[in-house]
C-alpha cells in the first residue's frame, strides 16, 4: 500500500480513521482531504498519489463513513462535531498547519476551521461548495440518503449509481461507474453489497430545514485571510454560477477554476481540476 491506515479517537469515544500517505521527506507539507457527505477516503486515492511524491496526504473518514466508527448519537453528524474531529486529526498526526481540500461537506468543514481553528488552515481548496447552496441539490444528495439501500452485488450497485448520477458525469462510462460503486460501497460477507455510510448522517440535516435560512457569507469571506482555490462543476446543482461569480466579487484573492461537463461533485481527478490544484499548491507553498 502506498499509504498507512491510522486511527485516533474522537471526544465522544469514536474510533476515527484516516489514511496517511507519506511526503518524500519529513519536511513536506501537508494536505488534508474532506470528502462530501456519503463519500469516504477513498475519493481521494489518485489526487493523494498524484501529490505524494511533494507532499503528505492524509486522507479523511468522517464519523459514519468507511472504516471509521458510526455515532451512537446521529445529532453527532454536525459541523461542529466534524471539526473536532478534524482537530484531533491533525494533533493525532502531529500536525499544527496544512492545507485541506474539502468536497461538499468538507468544504464546509474546512470553512468552519478556519473559524474557529484558523491557524490550522494554511490554506484550503473548496471543491465545488459555496456560502449558498441550492435548494435542488441539497433535496437530491437527502433523497438519495434517505432511498439508498443495499445492492445485490456490484453489478448492481454501479447501475444504482448510474441511474441516479448520470446527470452528474455525463461521460462516465461502465468502467467508471464500477470504480464509483467501489469507492461508495463496500462488500459484506453474504457477497451482497451496501452503502459505506450510517444513514442516520442525514438526521441533523433534514432536522435543520432548508440551506437557505444559514447566512454563510460572513464564513466565506474568512478566505480573503488566506491562499484559497475553489473549483466548480460545470453542472453543479449546489454551488451556482451565479454564488461562483459572486464569491470572486467579494474575495477578489480566491482562485478560481471550473470542471467542464461535470455536475456536483467534481472527483478532482480531471486534468482541469489537477492543472488548478497543482498551480495553486505551487504557488501558496512557495515551490
Not at 37 to 52: M, V
Amino acid at each position: 500500500m502506498r499509504y498507512r491506515e491510522r486511527r485516533y479517537q474522537s471526544e465522544d469515544g469514536l474510533r476515527l480513521f484516516y489514511r496517511d500517505y507519506a511526503g518524500p521527506d519529513a519536511s513536506a507539507r501537508t494536505v488534508l482531504c474532506l470528502p462530501g457527505l456519503t463519500r469516504n477516503s477513498r475519493d481521494f486515492e489518485e489526487l493523494a498519489e498524484h501529490l505524494q511524491a511533494r507532499f503528505r496526504v492524509l486522507c479523511a473518514d468522517l464519523r459514519g463513513r468507511g472504516k471509521s466508527d458510526y455515532a451512537r448519537d446521529p445529532h453527532s453528524y454536525n459541523l461542529g462535531m466534524y471539526v473536532g474531529d478534524v482537530a484531533r486529526l491533525l494533533d493525532s498526526a502531529g500536525l499544527t498547519e496544512a492545507v485541506f481540500v474539502g468536497t461538499s461537506l468538507g468544504g464546509l468543514i474546512t470553512t468552519m476551521m478556519l473559524a474557529t481553528h484558523q491557524s490550522l488552515v494554511g490554506a484550503a481548496i473548496i471543491n465545488d461548495v459555496g456560502p449558498v447552496i441550492e435548494a435542488s441539490g441539497l433535496e437530491r444528495i437527502a433523497n438519495y440518503v434517505d432511498s439508498v439501500e443495499g445492492f445485490a452485488s456490484w453489478q448492481d450497485a454501479a447501475d444504482v449509481m448510474r441511474e441516479n448520477n448520470a446527470s452528474v458525469f455525463p461521460s462516465f462510462d461502465h468502467a467508471d461507474w464500477q470504480r464509483m460503486a467501489r469507492r461508495l460501497c463496500v462488500e459484506q460477507p453474504d457477497g451482497s453489497v451496501r452503502p459505506d455510510f450510517d444513514t442516520n448522517i442525514a438526521v441533523p440535516m433534514r432536522e435543520a430545514g432548508p440551506a437557505s435560512t444559514f447566512d454563510l457569507w460572513p464564513l466565506f469571506e474568512a478566505y480573503a485571510g488566506i491562499p484559497a482555490l475553489c473549483i466548480r462543476g460545470e453542472l453543479s446543482d449546489i454551488l451556482s454560477a451565479q454564488t461562483f461569480d459572486e464569491m470572486k466579487n467579494r474575495i477578489p484573492s480566491l482562485q478560481q477554476a471550473i470542471v467542464p461537463s461535470v455536475g456536483h461533485a467534481p472527483l478532482l481527478t480531471e486534468p482541469e481540476a489537477l492543472e488548478a490544484i497543482d498551480r495553486f499548491l505551487a504557488a501558496s507553498s512557495g515551490e
